[in-house]
C-alpha cells in the first residue's frame, strides 16, 4: 500500500507527463555534493489554470543527500530521500521512497532539473512512455545510467517541465 502511494504522488504529474519510470536501482550512490541551491520551499507555477498546486520542501540531510517532503492538494505528504547524479552536464536528483523498509518498496524516480532566468527550479521526470525503457528492469546501476546518457537528448525522454517558484507560506513543515 505504501508503495502505490509513493507511486500515486508522482502520478499526480500526469497532468504533465503521461508516465513516470520507476527503478529499483538507482543511477549512483550518493557522492555529488548537496546543490545548496535546491534547499527551499518551493510551490509549482501553473501552466494552465487546471493545474493542481505542488508544494516542495528540500533539505539538506547530508553532504550528499536531501530529505523531501512533496505534497499536492489536499493529499497526504510524502517524504523522500534524494541525491543528485551528474549525467551528460545535466543534474539528476535520484528521488527514492523511504515510507517502507521493504526493498522492493524503496523505488527511484529520477528528476533532472535546472534553474531559469528567473531563479525558479525546473524539473522533468524519465518517461517510463519512453520505447525500450517501458517497465524495464536493469541489472545495475552502471547499466541504466548508460541508458540514461544514450537517450536523454531524445525527444519524449523526459517528460514536460515543471516549475517552481520559493515560497514561504508552504503547508508542510521540516525543520532543517
Same mark, same amino acid.
Given at each position: 500500500?505504501?508503495?502505490?502511494?509513493?507511486?500515486?504522488?508522482?502520478?499526480?504529474?500526469?497532468?504533465?507527463?503521461?508516465?513516470?519510470?520507476?527503478?529499483?536501482?538507482?543511477?549512483?550512490?550518493?557522492?555529488?555534493?548537496?546543490?545548496?541551491?535546491?534547499?527551499?520551499?518551493?510551490?509549482?507555477?501553473?501552466?494552465?489554470?487546471? =493545474?493542481?498546486?505542488?508544494? !516542495?520542501?528540500? &533539505? $539538506? /540531510?547530508?553532504?550528499?543527500?536531501? *530529505?523531501?517532503?512533496?505534497?499536492?492538494? %489536499?493529499?497526504?505528504?510524502?517524504?523522500?530521500?534524494?541525491?543528485?547524479?551528474?549525467?551528460?552536464?545535466?543534474?539528476?536528483?535520484?528521488?527514492?521512497?523511504?515510507?517502507?523498509?521493504?526493498?522492493?518498496?524503496?523505488?527511484?524516480?529520477?528528476?533532472?532539473?535546472?534553474?531559469?532566468?528567473?531563479?525558479?527550479?525546473?524539473?522533468?521526470?524519465?518517461? =517510463?512512455?519512453?520505447?525500450? !525503457?517501458?517497465? &524495464? $528492469? /536493469?541489472?545495475?546501476?552502471?547499466? *541504466?545510467?548508460?541508458?540514461?546518457?544514450? %537517450?536523454?537528448?531524445?525527444?519524449?525522454?523526459?517528460?514536460?517541465?515543471?516549475?517552481?517558484?520559493?515560497?514561504?507560506?508552504?503547508?508542510?513543515?521540516?525543520?532543517?
Amino acid at each position: 500500500m505504501r508503495k502505490i502511494a509513493f507511486v500515486l504522488i508522482f502520478l499526480i504529474l500526469n497532468t504533465f507527463i503521461s508516465g513516470c519510470y520507476e527503478s529499483e536501482l538507482p543511477l549512483s550512490k550518493p557522492s555529488s555534493k548537496v546543490d545548496l541551491r535546491l534547499i527551499n520551499s518551493w510551490v509549482s507555477i501553473p501552466g494552465d489554470k487546471n =493545474d493542481g498546486e505542488i508544494l !516542495l520542501v528540500i &533539505r $539538506k /540531510f547530508n553532504e550528499n543527500e536531501y *530529505l523531501i517532503a512533496w505534497k499536492e492538494g %489536499n493529499d497526504e505528504t510524502l517524504i523522500t530521500r534524494g541525491f543528485v547524479t551528474r549525467v551528460r552536464n545535466t543534474d539528476i536528483i535520484n528521488v527514492q521512497n523511504i515510507n517502507s523498509l521493504e526493498k522492493k518498496e524503496r523505488t527511484y524516480l529520477f528528476f533532472k532539473y535546472n534553474f531559469n532566468e528567473g531563479g525558479n527550479l525546473v524539473v522533468s521526470i524519465i518517461s =517510463d512512455d519512453f520505447p525500450g !525503457l517501458n517497465g &524495464r $528492469k /536493469f541489472k545495475t546501476s552502471k547499466a *541504466l545510467k548508460k541508458f540514461v546518457r544514450k %537517450n536523454m537528448s531524445k525527444k519524449g525522454f523526459f517528460g514536460e517541465e515543471i516549475a517552481f517558484k520559493v515560497t514561504k507560506e508552504i503547508g508542510i513543515e521540516i525543520n532543517p
